[in-house]
């Protein structure tokens, strides 16, 4: 079956993440098949710091302000005035970062889907993070959902840093250094590692899970 190295891997390097994996749903996360990096990255900005339904009802208006069209077209968006933009729900910034995207987009700073299978993790990081209001975490998570690249490590994140020290009956939560350190083990399915330390969280806790 898909993902039976990762799980074995993993549940192999700690019998905590091996009880885990065992009580969790599934890994399922493939490579999409049309990634548009522009439609990709445009979306991820408009979801900055709001809840999905708020981000989704804005990015809705966004996308209805161009109808007939499957995709968002990176001219269309440079021409549009931002009072337009603005009246969809987008803040001032998130209209600046989504322009700024659709002009590196022209010209070639956002690599296309095709130039994006042949580059590396890191590769793509330092390119995307040139956009304005484009993060690390960002790209991490266009690699990890959108790409299904297998061994992204999303240090920063919340989640998967509360996870682990769930998982791990930790007192604290990692630093995103100590994290680094701690992934180590789980290379080179670390995508498949955070995916589990996320579903961590879908479980109630235990009241002893700050053993250690």
Do not use: C
């Amino acid at each position: 079956m898909a993902y039976d190295d990762a799980h074995r891997h993993l549940a192999a390097s700690h019998p905590r993440m091996a009880e885990l994996i065992a009580h969790s749903r599934r890994y399922n996360i493939t490579p999409l098949l049309s990634v548009r990096p522009f439609d990709a990255l445009a979306e991820s900005i408009a979801y900055q710091q709001l809840s999905g339904k708020a981000a989704a009802t804005i990015w809705g208006r966004v996308r209805a302000l161009y109808p007939g069209k499957r995709y968002l077209d990176p001219h269309a968006i440079l021409k549009t005035r931002d009072e337009k933009l603005r009246g969809a729900g987008l803040s001032r910034s998130k209209v600046a970062a989504l322009k700024d995207l659709a002009a590196k987009t022209i010209d070639g700073t956002v690599p296309t889907a095709r130039a994006l299978a042949k580059m590396s993790d890191e590769e793509i990081i330092e390119r995307l993070i040139n956009v304005r209001g484009i993060g690390r975490w960002t790209v991490e998570m266009l690699l990890l959902f959108d790409l299904g690249r297998p061994d992204v490590w999303p240090v920063h994140d919340y989640g998967v840093r509360k996870g682990f020290a769930k998982t791990f009956r930790k007192r604290k939560l990692p630093t995103p250094k100590q994290l680094l350190k701690q992934g180590e083990k789980f290379a080179p399915y670390r995508s498949v590692a955070a995916w589990y330390f996320w579903r961590a969280l879908d479980a109630p806790e235990k009241s002893n899970r700050f053993a250690e």
